[in-house]
């Protein structure tokens, strides 16, 4: 069974490819989407659009796991976070790919013990738990990884 858990943004977004195998999830690819800030919204969109793509079409995932959106505070943000997921969904939904969705804190309590863990606790133990040789950089690469790691923890 192959996961690709995404961290939606506009400017970055993050993702990471996991194989369930057994007794340790595999990691296949990890990084990050980024659109560059001068160009027009529905470019940045379409790229994010096109990317996704190219990943789902590469690795045929059995489903995609999103982090739910979650903003209290900045609206626009939330907003464009929004779009993001829209394009998102719109290429798992062509390619007929489940979706499943996990708030912030549940991604962090399944992987880390914790809700409260910070950036740098969850890269850490995204290296320790897939066992990489350095931790996933961006953080949105390893949030990415996360989020496709609870899921395969929820399964079980």
Do not use: W
């Not at 590469?58 to 489903?63: K, Q």
């Not at 626009?76 to 489940?98: D, F, H, Y």
């Not at 290296?127 to 899921?151: F, S």
């Amino acid at each position: 069974m192959i996961v690709i858990g995404i961290d939606p943004g506009v400017a970055r977004t993050g993702y990471g490819v996991l194989r369930r195998c057994d007794p340790y999830p595999t990691p296949l690819a990890f990084g990050c989407i980024e659109t560059g800030g001068d160009s027009r919204p529905s470019r940045r969109l379409l790229e994010i659009y096109e990317k996704i793509s190219l990943l789902f079409d590469d690795y045929a995932p059995d489903c995609v796991v999103l982090e739910q959106l979650f903003f209290s505070r900045n609206i626009t943000s939330a907003m464009r976070v929004s779009e993001a997921r829209g394009v998102i969904l719109l290429a798992a939904e062509q390619r007929e790919i489940p979706v499943t969705e996990y708030t912030p804190n549940q991604v962090k309590l399944a992987v880390t013990g914790s809700g409260r863990a910070d950036k740098h606790q969850m890269q850490e133990m995204m290296r320790r738990l897939l066992r990489l040789q350095e931790l996933p950089r961006p953080d949105d690469a390893a949030d990415g990884l996360a989020i496709a790691l609870c899921h395969i923890n929820m399964l079980r």
